[in-house]
């Protein structure tokens, strides 16, 4: 499957420090793609450097066959690239609210029909959807987050962290909306450092120092030896004790 996101080569920073040194990474059409990292590995300062909100150092940046490496933040988001940050949501709107905000440069006449699209993908929003942003729950904040993205019908949804803060029943709400934005035709590339995101996605990246250290299915990463011992913990289960 070609790559509808495509960088190659980005190197980033802030000041005089360099953070990313040449990465390459690639999402092909409708997949789901991890980028695993440790504290401070540069996974933030990737995904805002895709959308430019960070200056390119060097590298090249595309989108469905369009190169946006030097197109400034808003051209890439109408090109399809969206983001959604920790702060998704506005929590002093209604969730109806927050929607419109996310069609808001979708045509007018089509707001209407992809809000009862988004209601029938989240069942959840629809009974809430005159409740305050703020009053939801950790999970349903996150699944607003995604449909609020989602109606502006966007190619990739780049998500930092989306686990952030989240008791282990709201992360598998996260990942249970992940799984249906995915099944509606989105190409996820979601930033985290919980693995359990790995397990459900087509494909991981490691970046650690800035670099891309190790990639590949979810298992190829599992019998990854670095990975392993980073990030599954069970190296010393799995493996016949050295003598
Ligand atoms: P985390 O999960 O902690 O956010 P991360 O993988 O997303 O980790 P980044 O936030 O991209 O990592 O940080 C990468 C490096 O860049 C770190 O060394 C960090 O200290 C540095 N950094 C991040 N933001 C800034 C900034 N605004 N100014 C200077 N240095 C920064």
Do not use: C
Not at 51 to 68: F, K, N, V
């Amino acid at each position: 499957m070609a790559d509808i996101l495509q960088a190659k080569g980005i190197e980033s920073g802030y000041g005089n420090v360099q953070v990313l040194w040449g990465v390459d990474l690639g999402v092909p059409q409708g997949s789901s793609v991890v980028l695993l990292g440790p504290n401070g590995a540069g996974k933030t300062t990737l995904l805002r450097t895709l959308l430019g909100i960070l200056p390119l150092r060097s590298g090249s940046i595309r989108l469905d066959g369009e190169d946006l490496t030097r197109v400034p933040t808003e051209r890439r988001v109408r090109a399809g690239l969206a983001f959604m940050s920790e702060l998704g949501v506005f929590p002093n709107l209604s969730v109806v609210d927050n929607l419109y905000m996310g069609g808001y440069f979708l045509p007018r006449g089509e707001v209407g029909g992809r809000m009862r699209k988004m209601f029938d993908l989240f069942p959840d929003l629809a009974r809430l959807r005159r409740s305050l942003a703020g009053s939801l729950s950790g999970g349903q904040r996150k699944m607003l987050g995604v449909a609020k993205t989602l109606m502006s019908r966007p190619k990739v949804l780049a998500m930092d962290e989306p686990s952030a803060g989240l008791s282990p029943k709201y992360v598998k709400e996260v990942l249970e909306t992940l799984e249906l934005a995915h099944e509606e035709g989105l190409s996820l590339l979601i930033a985290e450092q919980n693995v359990l995101f790995l397990e459900h996605a087509d494909y991981g990246y490691v970046l650690e120092g800035g670099r891309i250290v190790a990639q590949g299915s979810a298992m190829d990463l599992k019998s990854d030896d670095t990975v392993r011992r980073a990030y599954f913990g069970m190296l010393a289960e799995t493996r016949p004790q050295e003598t």
